[in-house]
């Protein structure tokens, strides 16, 4: 690139981010969504949500804008639509915060329009709960009276809020084995 394309380049995005500033939010719309849905599925009519016409979307060239490079929706202009991008899983983006959602911006041009979107992540039940070690020993005396309680390390589960460990039994059954000495 020349000096000359370089300035042109810098006063076209120094433009952009000053447009951008003084642009107005003029509507909002929230969606909430389970993590994992697979990739193509609907989020939400976002043209119909914000009262647009979706040849609108076309002919101002709507596009989504977000600060971070994570995109995990996508925009169907032709239909006017977001959709999932690629699979989304709630842990690994907000790790233990019950909380969880991506923000964006819809925008578009001629005139230029911003309208913000809020996807909530809640969380699905995909994750057992697991104990740090595999095997747990206990020694238990012979004169250990009946309906006494051992206490066990905590189980972990990546999972949040209703889907969290908040209480576990153990049961012999297919899958585990009390075994009696």
Do not use: W
Not at 40 to 59: N, P, Q, Y
Not at 81 to 88: A, D, N, P, T, W
Request: glycine residues 8%.
């Amino acid at each position: 690139m020349d000096e000359t394309s370089d300035r042109t380049m810098t006063r076209q995005v120094a433009l952009f981010v000053f447009l951008l500033s003084l642009g107005s939010v003029i509507g909002q719309v929230s969606y909430a969504i389970p993590e994992e849905k697979p990739k193509g599925s609907l989020v939400g009519d976002i043209a119909h949500d914000l009262g647009l016409d979706t040849k609108r979307f076309v002919s101002g060239k709507a596009r989504i804008y977000t600060r971070d490079s994570g995109e995990y929706v996508a925009l169907g202009r032709e239909r006017g639509v977001l959709l999932v991008k690629e699979r989304i899983d709630r842990e690994a983006l907000c790790a233990e915060t019950e909380l969880c959602s991506l923000e964006f911006q819809i925008i578009l041009e001629n005139p230029i329009e911003f309208y913000m979107v809020t996807v909530q992540i809640t969380d699905i039940n995909d994750h057992p709960p697991t104990f740090e070690k595999g095997e747990i020993k206990f020694k238990i005396s012979e004169s250990a009276v009946t309906g006494a309680t051992f206490v066990l390390e905590r189980a972990v589960d990546d999972d949040v809020g209703i889907n969290g460990v908040k209480k576990y039994d153990l049961k012999p059954s297919d899958h585990f084995a009390l075994k009696l000495h």
